[in-house]
Structure formats: C-alpha cells, structure tokens
C-alpha cells in the first residue's frame, strides 16, 4: 500500500512569515533571543542527527532502549487503531511501536505530522512499503497549531518523542498539553518522553559535546537567518554556550558574542556587545512527579512511567481522562 497524498496545513509562505515574526520579536527582546525549531533545516537537520550519535548523547540511545522494552506492552495497554506521531522526523524510533502493534495485529493507520514536506514524504513513503497492510497518512503542520487536524475515531495513541517537550517553556507546555487534550476524546492515550534530572556532569556534556557538532548546530540558526532573511550575520562571530540552571532545572543553549557584532536583518540594524548572548534552546529535564502533575492539570491521567536501566531518561503513557 503507498502512502496518502501529504495533508498539508503548513505552507512555505506560512513558515517565512513564522520566521519573519520569531526574529523581529526575538532580536528586538532583552535578552534576545530565537526559537530552537529554526535549526532544523537540511543541514541543521544532518547535524542533529549526528549528535544523536555522539557518545555525549544518551536521551536518543536511552529512550530507544525504553521502547525496545515496552512496546509490545505499550500495544497492549492502549489497543490503538490510529497511531499518531508528532513531531515525527524520521519516525525511526517509531518502528519499534510499529512493529510491536503489527505483531499484536489491529492497528490500521499511522498518522506522522511534520513541519517538513520533503522529510514526510521520504518518511510516509518509505513506512507505507515497510509495513505493507497500515494506511499511512502525512500531515505537514506544527504541533503547537494544529492538532485540531489530527484524524478522529477509534482509539487513538498520540506519541510525542525525544524529549521535544522540553524545549516548551512552563506556559507554553501547559497549553501545548490542554490543546493536546482538547483534540482527543476520553480513552485515548499519549505516549510523551522526557529527559529527566540529573547530575549536570552528565547533562551538560550533551549539549556541549567535545567534537563541536553541538556548536555548529547551535550557529546553524543564523545560517538559516541569513539565507532565508537575507542577513549578514557572521556565525564565527559566536560561541556555542550549554548552562544548566538548577533552579529551573534546564540546560539553556545560547550563543556568546566573541566580539561586538553589528548585522542587518529584514529592517532591522541589529547589535551585540562582545559578551552578549543569544538564547537559542531551552531544554527542560523533569521529575516523575512533575511531569504527571503537568498531565493530571492537562485532564490525562498517568497511567505508567518507565525509565532506562540508568535512570536517565522517562517515557510516560497516559489516559485522556
């Protein structure tokens, strides 16, 4: 069976504009700053993907090793019909939910939404020949804005990977949760993962690692700002900053002007004392108890918390209430 015809509610005129609006809004803020999904083009892309395989980065490896465990589980608890990914990528994590509920029998569609056209299509394209009797059915959307989208109807999973939600500050998590919840009827389940506390030698290393793939991920922002905007940033003009701050308990990325930086963008003369940083990541680690508190405010209900052996990265199902 090939995958449906894309479902797109995001075009690239909507992503310019985003974009426009992110960098006026961030570059004229104190501090300044620009949102995390702006690394991801092409390139930004393959980088991200190489830092998933540093030795520095345990939450890919640890996640992955929680799904191997509890995915045949997982397919039994929920019974899904409709499995739904946000955020998907690749969905190379996801094969190993897929695979567990073809071996159950019952699921029938797989429903991967993306802000990226070209990555769903290779993605959708490529599970629909892989998993031969699932109806695959792309959506190009934000999973901030359109989660009114997603398909209804029988029992649904919603999955939501790779720690993603810790890039949402406190408010905007918490809105992101109830509009999650608001799309789903009662009964339906979400699968969320979360990177968790921990000792910062072991966090901040991630985001900081010794072959530099995290510094040129983090300048790969302005490498998107000035190609898409026409700016004149110099992106060696910066280095690549990892804090973690324990009051908030997450690492921020930033990047630290090395010397007084002056760029043009859209109409904007933009500038930087040598010393000043530009927050570009957060990146939330939480508590067991957190994040079931964030999800009982939501209307879910937890119903499992499991971890890796080391205790280093969590993955919560839970119950639309």
Avoid: C
Avoid at 53 to 61: D, F, G, Q, V
Avoid at 104 to 133: H, M, N
């Amino acid at each position: 069976m090939s995958a449906e015809p894309l479902e797109i509610y995001l075009e690239e005129q909507d992503l310019g504009r985003s974009l426009r609006d992110d960098v006026r809004t961030g570059l004229t803020a104190w501090p300044k700053w620009l949102p995390p999904k702006w690394f991801y083009d092409a390139r930004g892309s393959e980088l991200f993907e190489e830092i998933t395989r540093l030795p520095e980065y345990y939450p890919t490896r640890a996640e992955r090793s929680v799904l191997a465990e509890r995915a045949g589980e997982i397919a039994e608890l929920t019974g899904a019909k409709t499995l739904i990914e946000l955020g998907s990528g690749s969905s190379e994590k996801t094969r190993l939910l897929l695979d567990a509920f073809t071996r159950r029998g019952g699921l029938g569609t797989f429903v991967p939404l993306d802000v990226s056209v070209s990555a769903l299509k290779q993605s959708t394209e490529q599970i629909a020949t892989d998993y031969p009797g699932l109806r695959v059915r792309g959506i190009v959307g934000d999973f901030t804005r359109h989660l009114d989208r997603l398909p209804t109807g029988g029992r649904r999973l919603v999955i939501f990977l790779g720690g993603t939600i810790g890039n949402l500050l406190p408010a905007e998590r918490a809105g992101f949760l109830a509009a999650m919840r608001a799309s789903l009827e009662p009964g339906d389940w979400l699968l969320i993962g979360t990177d968790l506390v921990k000792d910062p030698s072991i966090v901040v290393p991630a985001y900081d690692d010794a072959a530099g793939v995290t510094a040129e991920f983090n300048r790969n922002v302005l490498r998107v700002v000035n190609r898409e905007l026409g700016a004149d940033f110099d992106p060696e003009a910066f280095a690549h900053v990892a804090l973690w701050d324990p009051e908030r308990e997450w690492i921020e990325m930033r990047l630290r002007a090395e010397r007084p930086v002056r760029a043009r963008v859209l109409d904007l003369d933009v500038e930087f004392a040598a010393g000043e940083e530009l927050r570009t990541e957060v990146s939330a680690k939480f508590r067991p108890e957190g994040i079931a508190a964030e999800l009982v405010a939501a209307g879910f209900t937890a119903r499992e918390f499991w971890t890796d052996a080391d205790g280093l990265f969590g993955v919560t199902l839970a119950r639309a209430a």
